[in-house]
C-alpha cells in the first residue's frame, strides 16, 4: 500500500501501473494480485485509509467545541493537521483526476468521499439543529473546498513552515463567512 501510495501521488492515478507499484514494492505482479484485483481496489484501500486518518485528526482537532465557530476552526485546524503529516494521503484525497470521475452517480470510490462529508456534518450539526441539512452539506463542501485548495497551492508556494502563518488570516475570514452563511452573527 505504500508503494502504491507513493507512486500514485509521484504520478498520478491514471499514469501510475500495477508495474510501476510491484517494481517500487519490489514484489511481484501475483503478490499484488493476492491482495488486490486490480489498481481501482488498491486506490479504494488507500482512500479509505486517508478518510479514516483525515477524519481521526478533524475530530481530535475539533475535541468538545463549545460553538459553532470552535468546530470550524477545528475542521480547517484538523485538515492542516492531516496535511502537515499525511502529505501523500492528503494529495491522493484531494487529485483533480480523482475527483472529477466522483459524479452524482459515484460507486465504490465515491463512497469514503461521502463519509468524509457526513464526518464533517456530524460534527456541525449539534451546533446549528435547526439548519436545513442541505445548507449544512453545503458548508461541509466549503470547508473542504477552501482547506484543499488552499493546501494545493501551498505545495507548490509555500514551505511547510510557513502555512500555519499563511493560513491564519483566511481561516478567520472563511470562518466568519461560514458563520454568516448559517445565519449565525
Avoid at 15 to 34: P, Q
Amino acid at each position: 500500500m505504500d508503494a502504491g501510495l507513493s507512486t500514485f501521488t509521484e504520478y498520478g492515478v491514471d499514469a501510475s501501473t500495477i508495474e510501476m507499484i510491484t517494481e517500487r514494492a519490489d514484489l511481484g505482479k501475483g503478490t499484488f494480485y493476492r491482495y488486490f484485483s486490480d489498481k481501482e481496489t488498491l486506490l479504494l484501500a488507500l482512500i479509505e485509509q486517508a478518510v479514516d486518518g483525515l477524519l481521526a485528526a478533524i475530530k481530535k482537532a475539533v475535541g468538545a467545541p463549545k460553538s459553532l465557530e470552535e468546530v470550524l476552526h477545528g475542521l480547517v485546524r484538523g485538515h492542516m493537521d492531516f496535511f502537515l503529516n499525511n502529505r501523500e494521503g492528503y494529495v491522493l484525497l484531494f487529485q483533480g483526476r480523482v475527483l472529477l470521475k466522483l459524479d452524482r452517480e459515484v460507486g465504490e470510490i465515491g463512497e469514503p468521499y461521502h463519509r468524509y462529508l457526513a464526518g464533517l456534518e456530524a460534527l456541525v450539526r449539534p451546533f446549528a439543529p435547526a439548519v436545513d441539512p442541505v445548507k449544512v452539506r453545503r458548508l461541509a463542501c466549503a470547508v473542504a473546498g477552501f482547506v484543499s485548495g488552499f493546501l494545493s497551492f501551498a505545495m507548490i508556494a509555500m514551505e511547510p513552515d510557513s502555512l500555519e502563518r499563511n493560513i491564519e488570516p483566511m481561516r478567520k475570514a472563511f470562518v466568519d463567512g461560514m458563520m454568516a452563511f448559517m445565519g449565525r452573527p
